[in-house]
Nanobody, 112 residues
């Protein structure tokens, strides 16, 4: 139906920057909202950033930025000055036609 694939995760040192990518495919129509979320082991999933056609509507902190890609049905999460507390599995998602879809996630590990 709707398939989302995240990429760009990895291992990096504190203070580093990383950009995650997301590509959606399948039965894509009018997207009402695009989002990133994350979940660390033993914690609840939390929203990282959201955006609609009018722009960014939510960011977890000032170090993160969400954007749409030039290619259709793509989006990015730019993360700067990463901290060990940012270690988590990051998911991209979208809302359309009253339904919400999430990808499988990509691991981001921040460690020295």
């Amino acid at each position: 139906q709707v398939h989302l694939v995240e990429s760009g995760g990895g291992l990096l040192q504190p203070g580093g920057s990383l950009t995650l990518s997301c590509a959606a495919s399948g039965d894509i129509g009018d997207i009402n909202l695009m989002a990133w979320s994350r979940q660390a082991p033993g914690t609840e999933r939390e929203l990282v950033a959201t955006m609609t056609t009018v722009g960014t509507t939510y960011v977890l902190n000032e170090r993160f930025a969400i954007s749409k890609g030039s290619a259709r049905n793509t989006m990015f999460l730019q993360m700067n000055n990463l901290k060990p507390e940012d270690t988590a599995v990051y998911f991209c998602g979208l809302q359309q036609r009253g339904s919400t879809y999430w990808g499988q996630g990509t691991q981001v590990t921040v460690s020295s």
